[in-house]
């Protein structure tokens, strides 16, 4: 009977062991390191997701002062159009000259446009006058003079 109690105090030594060598093991050895780099991993992650959660608030944020300020220039627009669209009084364009100034200049205009017309009349066929004799012109050579007996 000495001896079963030692084989069975063998067996659960061997079986303690095995538990506390696989936790030993398991805490200082590779398993450690990669137990380590997936809770920095997991922290990366952490700091990633609320980085980007910041990010996406601040752009929810800025379009909403966007679309606040496209509906305020939308109102100035409207506003600005029924301005121009309404007709008052005071918007009646002024003259630059006075009635009688415009008279006078409609009357020149008549005038210089009729002595135009006349003089179109008198000149019908007629060459430019500069050109009308031979050898008047720029670049015509020169006309020898005859001379006389």
Same mark, same amino acid.
């Given at each position: ?33 990669? =137990? ?5 991993? =997991? ?9 980007? *959660? ?37 918007? =009646?364009?002024? %003259? ?7 008279? *006078? ?21 007629? %060459? %430019? ?6 050898? *008047?012109?720029?670049?015509?050579? %020169?006309?020898?003079?005859?001379? *006389?007996?």
């Amino acid at each position: 009977m000495d001896w079963l109690i030692g084989l069975l105090l063998l067996v659960a030594g061997v079986v303690i062991g095995f538990f506390a060598a696989r936790y030993w093991f398991l805490n200082s050895g590779e398993a450690a390191e990669l =137990q380590e780099q997936v809770a920095n991993v =997991q922290q990366q992650f952490e700091a990633y997701r609320k980085d980007v *959660s910041e990010q996406l608030a601040t752009a929810r944020q800025i379009a909403s002062e966007v679309t606040d300020i496209q509906h305020r220039l939308n109102l100035f627009l409207q506003d600005s159009q029924q301005l121009l669209e309404q007709n008052k009084e005071w918007q =009646q364009p002024l %003259p630059f000259f006075a009635e009688e100034t415009i008279r *006078s200049i409609r009357q020149a205009n008549i005038l210089n446009k009729e002595r135009r017309e006349d003089s179109e009349r008198t000149e019908d066929g007629e %060459p %430019p006058r500069d050109y009308s004799e031979p050898g *008047s012109g720029l670049f015509s050579p %020169p006309v020898k003079e005859e001379k *006389s007996n």
